[in-house]
């Protein structure tokens, strides 16, 4: 989980904060609307407004005061209600769903393994076997559109069937830790801290705006559950809040995770020779080498190494 490492970033801290705050600002306009509509409309505000009028002024300013503390107050609470959110939408469940998360990854598990079956299907007749004289077989037109779906659901998972998750979102950034060790050894969730303050500052500008959108996303998500008890006052608000947070959760969160995901997955395409740059830790020279040495690396920032090799680089 790369969730921990977001917790204790503090960059861009004022316009999280101007989020937080436009997003509490709205929540709190639809429950005045919703007020509203079940006493009235605007009639009903005239009689506390008055009395608020006759007021002293500092009572008046107070109670503004206290206006803008409570709702800077709910944006905090939803804010420290972002991460457990997204750990939940991942499905990182409690233990008394257990059951249900064993169900679901199981049908996970099936889809895979019948995207798998179908892209090996298509694949072979696109491209003739090696050493084959046969031309291979028309694929047609709805066909390569079908394995392109499905090349994009593929690349969505994890390919360790023991690292699939129950929900959509999970399976996108649990690829996302996944791929760089597939690909080089390196253990994601291990090495990310590390390869973090490697990163030119135009890496980590866009990597920490998609992880801000997704943490939004997932805001909307809350805020939308949280504008439901509102139906007390007008039923509207019961579609209005299930309509926000339907929204989030099947498009702006998944939407968010996959922009996010890529540029975590770039970012160790990327500057992955930075880091071993920085660790004087000789180059690897092939793709299979480098997965040997990705392990080792992982290891030796995880538990440290006692061996002789290898030989650290000299200082540039």
């Not at 500052?201 to 909307?220: H, K, M, S, V, Y």
Request: proline share 7%.
């Amino acid at each position: 989980m790369l969730d921990s490492f977001w917790t204790s970033v503090g960059g861009k801290l004022a316009e999280r904060w101007a989020a937080v705050s436009a997003g509490a600002l709205v929540y709190w306009l639809g429950g005045l609307a919703a007020w509203l509509a079940g006493h009235g409309g605007f009639a009903a505000l005239r009689p506390p407004l008055d009395r608020l009028a006759g007021w002293p002024a500092p009572i008046q300013v107070a109670v503004l005061l206290s206006a803008l503390l409570a709702m800077a107050g709910s944006g905090a609470v939803v804010q420290a209600l972002t991460l457990p959110a997204i750990r939940a939408i991942e499905g990182y469940w409690p233990a008394g769903l257990n059951r249900l998360r064993a169900s679901r990854i199981r049908r996970v598990k099936l889809s895979r393994a019948a995207d798998e079956q179908r892209w090996l299907e298509l694949s072979r007749r696109r491209t003739p076997a090696a050493g084959s004289s046969s031309a291979p077989a028309a694929i047609t037109r709805d066909q390569a559109d079908e394995l392109a779906r499905i090349d994009q659901r593929l690349r969505r998972s994890p390919e360790d069937p023991d690292r699939l998750m129950p929900t959509r979102v999970g399976n996108i950034l649990r690829a996302a830790e996944s791929h760089p060790k597939d690909k080089y050894g390196l253990d994601g969730v291990a090495v990310w801290a590390h390869l973090w303050l490697v990163l030119p500052d135009i890496g980590r500008q866009e990597i920490t705006a998609a992880r801000a959108a997704l943490d939004g996303a997932t805001r909307i998500f809350i805020w939308g559950l949280l504008f439901l008890p509102f139906t007390a006052w007008s039923w509207l608000a019961a579609p209005a809040g299930l309509a926000c947070a339907a929204a989030a959760l099947w498009w702006r969160v998944p939407a968010a995770a996959v922009v996010y995901a890529d540029l975590v997955e770039a970012a160790f395409d990327l500057y992955r020779p930075a880091l071993y740059r920085q660790l004087r830790w000789p180059l690897p020279t092939g793709p299979q080498q480098e997965r040997i040495e990705g392990r080792r690396l992982t290891e030796y920032l995880w538990r440290g190494l006692d061996s002789a090799a290898p030989t650290f680089r000299k200082e540039d």
